[in-house]
């Protein structure tokens, strides 16, 4: 379910809140060349955290030191108020070094925060930065948005769902700055939510989100919206020539299903095509997966459900951009009717693939997405996938791996990744080097090469979608898109990735 608590603004001070806690910022006074061992030093209280502690009469600096607190990001302890105020705790929030503070770290720590508290029902906080460092209006933002994030639980397959941590979320703010927090709320809540939205889908059960299910979710998710909605069933796509999602899908009892979205706003300055690997369960098909190589696989569909969340926030926020996202959807599965190795498709547009492993699966539906979204002449083409291990291999399952054919696309990718907390690392096409790669044997193209360069193989192939001078992009995010770790804002599971990139990425505009 997508996040649940409410969200709202105060006009009164800070210190008249009756939450279960407030929370406020500190710094670290900590520098590079210190001793770790050295004996840690208060934190540099954040203004709002000053003027709370002398109201409760103490040094809440020392208080927190003693509890081991020192301001370092995401550290967190918390304080009792002993009626001083109304709330009954103030809650201290690590904000790390002044200097090195970014939006995206403020939202993490803020996440982290409500992730150590766990019995929190009720927060209110104020914005714990100055206009000097980050803009009060993006601090807002950055705040509410790790909220909701930390706030993040995903129950719905429980007997028993566990009670939700955060139900009511309250920024306050005084004088000018209301209609600023008021915006600021406006603005984060959908991003979180969108994010929320994507992790959703991924930790659904792959029997509750196979193509067909899966293309009515996203048709139900964007009714209320100023969003046109196209579903194309496996008689439209067999009639279009859909040969890579239909190759694909034909293993599976669940036939496969390309959804096409487009939000298209009066005044729009650009037109950015999304396009979404949707493989809602990979078994690898007759190229057979062991067993634990498919516990994960229900995320193989990340990168739809990425696009379809970046659709919603695009809508929900009015951004000025017309935005079309395609969700190649199918279930890749063995059985009598799969794709064979060596079996040849004619994809969408007449390319034909000889399919040297069907476990390469991602590119065939991409491929076929890739070349709809180009007639639709977009400005941009930017695809998201789940698509290789030598993305993990390469950059770990904290960095998504990028391939362009345009550096100013690439660089405004990077930056916004940066900005939203989403390490995106540029890799080079190589069509010089590696091109011939691709070539098949008695086919135009073949899926896979040999196991060097796999992230750069990838990109090489749906370059060949591509239309002839468009902008595209290929987000590989098959590590970041999953986590078995808990870490700064994510919990176990499906990630959000990179929801926050794309949002930021439409915004700059």
């Known amino acids: 379910m997508p996040i649940t608590p409410t969200v709202s603004t105060a006009r009164t001070p800070l210190e008249e809140s009756s939450a279960d806690t407030i929370m406020v910022g500190a710094y670290s006074t900590a520098t ?48 009792p108020t002993r009626g001083a105020i109304p709330a009954g705790t103030v809650t201290l929030v690590g904000l790390g070094n002044a200097d090195e503070l970014t939006p995206a770290k403020l939202s993490r720590a803020f996440a982290m925060a409500v992730k150590a508290s766990t019995d929190i029902t009720a927060i209110a906080t104020g914005v714990p930065v100055s206009a000097g460092s980050i803009a009060v209006a993006v601090a807002a933002r950055s705040v509410v948005e790790g909220l909701l994030l930390g706030a993040y639980q995903f129950d719905d397959y429980r007997s028993k769902p566990r009670p939700r941590k955060l139900a009511e979320l309250v920024v306050h703010a005084t004088g000018d700055d209301v209609a600023m927090m008021d915006e600021a709320v406006a603005q984060a809540t959908p991003v979180a939510q969108a994010v929320s939205l994507a992790r959703d889908l991924v930790n659904t059960p792959p029997q509750d989100k196979r193509p067909p299910r899966f293309a009515d979710i996203a048709a139900a998710k964007v009714a209320d919206l100023p969003i046109d909605v196209r579903i194309l069933d496996e008689e439209a796509l067999e009639a279009g020539g859909y040969g890579g999602i239909l190759g694909v899908g034909q293993g599976s009892s669940a036939p496969p299903r390309l959804v096409e979205l487009r939000y298209r706003p009066d005044g729009a300055s650009r037109h950015v095509a999304l396009v979404g690997k949707g ?116 950059l770990g399952e904290r960095i998504s791996a990028m391939i362009a054919n345009d550096d100013a696309l690439s660089e405004a990718l990077e930056a916004a990744g940066t900005q939203a907390g989403e390490v995106v690392w540029p890799l080079p096409l190589a069509k010089d080097i590696y091109g011939e790669r691709i070539n098949g044997n008695i086919a135009d193209l073949k899926n896979v090469g040999n196991r060097a360069a796999g992230v750069i193989f990838g990109g090489l192939f749906l370059e060949k979608f591509v239309g002839s001078k468009i902008p595209w992009a290929h987000l590989d995010i098959a590590g970041p898109a999953w986590t078995d770790e808990v870490y700064g804002e994510y919990t176990k599971g499906g990630t959000g990735t990179p929801v926050r990139t794309l949002v930021a990425w439409l915004r700059a505009d």
């Open 32 to 79: 590079n060349g210190d001793d770790p061992s050295a004996h840690r030093q208060p934190a540099d209280l954040a203004a709002d955290a000053a003027h709370i502690g002398g109201l409760l009469g103490i040094d809440l600096a020392a208080e927190a030191l003693a509890a081991g607190f020192d301001g370092t990001l995401g550290a967190v302890t918390r304080i």
């Open 279 to 394: 493989i809602t369960f990979d078994s690898g098909g007759l190229s057979l997966k062991p067993s634990a190589a498919m516990e994960t696989m229900k995320c193989d569909m990340a990168g739809a459900a990425a696009v379809l969340a970046t659709v919603v926030a695009a809508a929900q926020l009015g951004l000025p951009v017309e935005v079309t996202g395609l969700l190649a959807l199918a279930e890749n599965m063995p059985s009598g009717t799969a794709t064979r190795v060596s079996d040849v498709l004619t994809m969408y547009g007449g390319k034909t693939v000889e399919v040297i492993n069907t476990d390469a699966e991602g590119r065939l539906v991409l491929g076929d997405a890739i070349a709809h979204a180009s007639e639709l002449e977009p400005d941009v083409i930017v695809d998201l996938a789940t698509l290789t291990g030598a993305q993990i291999v390469a």
